[in-house]
């Protein structure tokens, strides 16, 4: 069974505006939601190393271009600045996915 992409930027565009981030990359503001900040303590010599995460999902055609960032450039979120782990499109490229991770961590 097939995925009406019409349907389901209509869905995604709904959940979105339920829970909305703004998040700013360069000169780009993307509106989006984000799921909670996960935080471990990993240990590590000579402590811990701490790892600080969260992923942020938008429409692609949220982003100028459609291009999305690139693993390492940096972003603000909730004015908080982050570091791109990972950038993906769904498969049917209508939803981004970002991997964030606090650059401190």
Same mark, same amino acid.
């Given at each position: ?6 349907? #389901?930027?209509?869905? +995604?565009t709904n ?6 981030a703004d +998040?700013?990359? %360069?000169?780009?503001?993307? /509106?989006?939601?984000? /799921? =909670?900040l996960?935080? !471990?303590?990993?240990v590590?010599?000579?402590? #811990?190393l701490r790892? @600080?995460s +969260? &992923? #942020?999902?938008?429409?692609? &055609? !949220? #982003? !100028? %271009? !459609? ?8 972003? &603000?979120?909730?004015?908080? =600045?982050y570091?791109i $782990? /990972?950038a993906?499109?769904s498969?049917? @490229?209508?939803? @981004?996915?970002? $991997?964030? =991770?606090?650059?401190? /961590?």
């Amino acid at each position: 069974m097939a995925i009406d992409l019409t349907v #389901f930027a209509t869905d +995604l565009t709904n959940v979105i505006a339920d829970m909305p981030a703004d +998040l700013t990359w %360069g000169q780009q503001t993307i /509106s989006g939601m984000h /799921s =909670e900040l996960r935080q !471990s303590d990993q240990v590590e010599a000579p402590g #811990f190393l701490r790892d @600080a995460s +969260l &992923t #942020f999902q938008a429409k692609v &055609t !949220s #982003f !100028s %271009g !459609s291009t999305l960032p690139n693993p390492g450039d940096k972003v &603000t979120l909730g004015g908080v =600045e982050y570091r791109i $782990v /990972s950038a993906m499109k769904s498969p049917d @490229a209508v939803m @981004a996915e970002l $991997v964030l =991770e606090d650059p401190a /961590s």
